[in-house]
């Protein structure tokens, strides 16, 4: 637990992902303490969200706060599962020269660092839950604290994979552009140091930069970042509709699966519409 | 006044404490905590007294001198692990420390600001005010103590934002957190004057409710 403790320390404290770390174009997390990472910090986000269940005082209750511990860290690792191979053959389709091993362990990385920040808020959670007796609530609050927690694990992948995309190729540089590379976008070209830092803005450089210029390979690990953002989070939210119930309806009776009805983003806007009524 | 504020616990006098929060003197986290909780109780014994007629309604002196501080202590409980995270994440971790110190920091000048502020609402309600007048003065002498407080907190942040502006969005995380929580949980701990006629209990005596959805089943 200690070492594990130490290595999701470092990694949160962004010493996984310097620019020195990465030098050999490979992230030094290994995928076992990732994997423990998710299972328990998921884990205990979950225990938390199916607390609200205890609150019905149905016998039952139990098995709820049970399924969400387990649902939650299993709907992170099954939405990588299914996304991980066109994640990788998309970004090597968009010049990343990034091998399949440093990928997965950057996006378990990611994973990690977003259960983390999870964690840390089910306190809140849990408080707010063991206190509301009002289910919309409960469902809006999740989706914000998850949210949060995505949004940092995104500034994460994107400064992470930027700086791997930098020391991956840096071999080659001035070697030729990607083959599939189309011209940059306006306000993609910034050339500034990726290990600036999450919120300082990126410098801009020029309106079109030279083949295996750094700023060509960070609009290449911009575009891979935004397809990957795409499909992670279409692919997500179809699994987490899957997966539900995570908080448990009140009256209704625990079940570990629902029928397969409505969609993640419609049933987000009826919560709104529930809790303002 | 001095002799009885000195905290045996710290061995730190009021008046050293004092000067740590106008800025000059180094923080310490204990002295800070000893703060919070002596002025947030003292001004909670004052704020119970309200309708003070029989030894009944002296156990509401007691529970509100219990609840003034836990609202800020249980509050700061429980964000303090998300700030932290966020801090590390935000690569802000060598500085978490002060930061903490920082935010006590402000907790202990709104405490002191509000136990100052004690005399006052015990005046206040010797001059025969109703029970919703006794809760808006207590509103408004709370966001008083609440703004000497925040003084204290953006004195002591503007070095930290001076040697890192990532600082600012923390303070902001912190501020935001700190109210979303504080709200709910000042709303669980009621009462905190207690209405006269009413039978005094720490809690009141129904099931907890949501502050957030309270205020919008008001508004609708």
Same mark, same amino acid.
Request: net charge positive; charged share 15%.
């Given at each position: 637990v200690k070492?594990l403790l130490?290595e999701l320390?470092?990694l949160l404290? =962004?010493? $996984? +992902? ?11 997390? !290994?995928l076992p303490v990732s994997l423990q990472a998710i299972a328990i910090l998921g884990g205990v986000y979950g225990l938390c969200m199916g607390l609200f269940a205890l609150t019905s005082g149905r016998s039952d209750a139990w098995l709820q706060v049970v399924a969400s511990g387990l649902k939650l860290p299993a709907l992170f690792l099954l939405t990588l599962l299914v ?5 990788? #053959?998309?970004?090597?389709?968009? =010049?990343?020269?990034?091998?399949? !091993? ?5 996006l378990m990385a990611t994973l990690a660092v977003t259960v983390a920040v999870g964690a840390s808020l089910a306190p809140i959670l849990a408080f707010f839950t063991l206190s509301s007796k009002n289910y919309s609530f409960m469902v809006l609050l999740n989706v914000v604290f998850l949210g949060a927690a995505g949004?940092v694990g ?51 450089? !020029? ?12 609009? @290449? ?11 992670y &989070? #279409?692919v997500g939210a179809q699994m987490g509709w899957l997966l539900r119930p995570f908080i448990g309806e009140p009256g209704a009776p625990f079940t570990w699966f629902r029928p397969?009805?409505?969609?993640f983003?419609?049933a987000?806007?009826?919560h709104?519409?529930?809790?303002? $009524? | 006044?001095?002799? #009885? ?19 000059? =003197? ?51 409980a429980l964000?303090?692990p998300g700030?932290f995270v ?23 000048? /709104?405490?002191?600001?509000?136990? /100052? ?8 309600? @010797? ?15 709370? +966001?008083?103590? +609440? ?31 700190? &109210? ?41």
């Amino acid at each position: 637990v200690k070492y594990l403790l130490e290595e999701l320390d470092a990694l949160l404290r =962004g010493k $996984r +992902t310097g620019a020195a770390d990465l030098a050999g174009g490979d992230i030094r997390f !290994g995928l076992p303490v990732s994997l423990q990472a998710i299972a328990i910090l998921g884990g205990v986000y979950g225990l938390c969200m199916g607390l609200f269940a205890l609150t019905s005082g149905r016998s039952d209750a139990w098995l709820q706060v049970v399924a969400s511990g387990l649902k939650l860290p299993a709907l992170f690792l099954l939405t990588l599962l299914v996304t991980c191979p066109s994640l990788y #053959v998309f970004s090597a389709l968009a =010049g990343s020269h990034l091998r399949f !091993g440093p990928v997965l362990r950057l996006l378990m990385a990611t994973l990690a660092v977003t259960v983390a920040v999870g964690a840390s808020l089910a306190p809140i959670l849990a408080f707010f839950t063991l206190s509301s007796k009002n289910y919309s609530f409960m469902v809006l609050l999740n989706v914000v604290f998850l949210g949060a927690a995505g949004l940092v694990g995104l500034l994460f992948l994107r400064r992470s994979l930027l700086a791997l995309m930098m020391a991956a190729n840096a071999p080659e540089s001035g070697e030729g552009a990607p083959p599939l590379a189309p011209p940059l976008e306006p306000g993609l070209e910034s050339a500034a140091p990726v290990e600036a830092g999450l919120y300082r803005s990126l410098a801009t450089a !020029g309106p079109r930069a030279p083949a295996g210029h750094p700023a060509r390979r960070q609009a @290449s690990g911009l575009r891979i970042f935004r397809m990957w953002l795409v499909a992670y &989070a #279409v692919v997500g939210a179809q699994m987490g509709w899957l997966l539900r119930p995570f908080i448990g309806e009140p009256g209704a009776p625990f079940t570990w699966f629902r029928p397969r009805e409505s969609s993640f983003f419609l049933a987000v806007v009826q919560h709104l519409f529930g809790f303002l $009524r | 006044v001095r002799r #009885v504020l000195a905290f045996a616990v710290t061995r730190k006098s009021a008046a050293e404490v004092l000067r740590t929060l106008a800025g000059d =003197g180094a923080l310490e986290a204990a002295p800070l905590v000893a703060a919070i909780l002596l002025g947030g109780s003292l001004y909670g014994a004052f704020m119970g007294t309200y309708a003070c007629n029989s030894p009944e309604r002296l156990k509401m002196v007691a529970y509100a001198a219990v609840k003034v501080p836990l609202l800020v202590l249980a509050t700061t409980a429980l964000c303090l692990p998300g700030f932290f995270v966020f801090n590390t994440v935000a690569g802000l971790r060598d500085a978490f420390a002060r930061a903490l110190r920082a935010i006590l920091a402000g907790q202990a000048g /709104s405490a002191v600001a509000l136990a /100052s502020l004690g005399p006052l609402i015990r005046i206040v309600y @010797s001059s025969g005010v109703s029970h919703r007048w006794a809760l808006l003065a207590n509103s408004a002498l709370f +966001t008083l103590a +609440t703004l000497g407080g925040h003084m204290v907190l953006l004195r002591q942040y503007r070095r930290l934002v001076g040697e890192e502006p990532r600082h600012r969005l923390m303070l902001r995380l912190w501020l935001g957190m700190y &109210a979303f929580v504080g709200t709910q949980l000042g709303w669980m701990l009621r009462p905190f004057v207690g209405a006269p006629g009413l039978p005094v209990t720490f809690f009141r005596d129904e099931p907890f409710s949501n502050a957030y959805v309270a205020i919008a089943q008001l508004l609708m």
